[in-house]
């Protein structure tokens, strides 16, 4: 672990189809966006949308822990998982719960982790949505 006091990660999943083909994807920075660290996106078969935004969060949970156990700050412009994950909406889908003790799981490794619901068009939502839907493309979806 490099022992970053804070880190900064943005996730966003993506599905043609709403279930259908899907992307997810992350970037983990120092700090408030100050250095970036890593970021990757990948396919990852037939999922819903919000099965996408999930299954990027807990990819980018799973490679954040390397940087920082201490505090992680994240943002997504999906307002379902920030607002599910902050306890303002419940989660009713049985294959969302499953994903959100995934995710549960993961933040009893860390200190504090914050959800930030942010719009689509921040610049490091963004940049990791351009991502995932070049990995869509090249697949030809």
Do not use: C
Not at 64 to 83: G, R, T
């Amino acid at each position: 672990m490099t022992g970053y006091e804070q880190i900064s990660i943005a996730t966003d999943g993506a599905s043609r189809g709403n279930p259908g083909p899907a992307a997810i994807g992350y970037s983990i920075y120092a700090s408030d966006f100050e250095e970036k660290l890593e970021e990757d996106a990948k396919y990852i078969g037939k999922a819903t949308n919000n099965e996408a935004e999930y299954s990027a969060l807990i990819w980018g949970l799973e490679r954040a822990i390397i940087y920082s156990s201490k505090e992680i700050i994240h943002y997504s412009d999906s307002q379902l998982l920030v607002k599910q994950l902050t306890g303002e909406y419940s989660v009713k889908s049985k294959n969302l719960k499953i994903l959100v003790k995934k995710v549960k799981g993961l933040k009893k490794q860390m200190g504090k982790v914050l959800h930030k619901h942010v719009p689509r068009e921040n610049k490091y939502v963004s940049r990791v949505d351009k991502k995932i839907n070049t990995v869509l493309d090249e697949k030809g979806y």
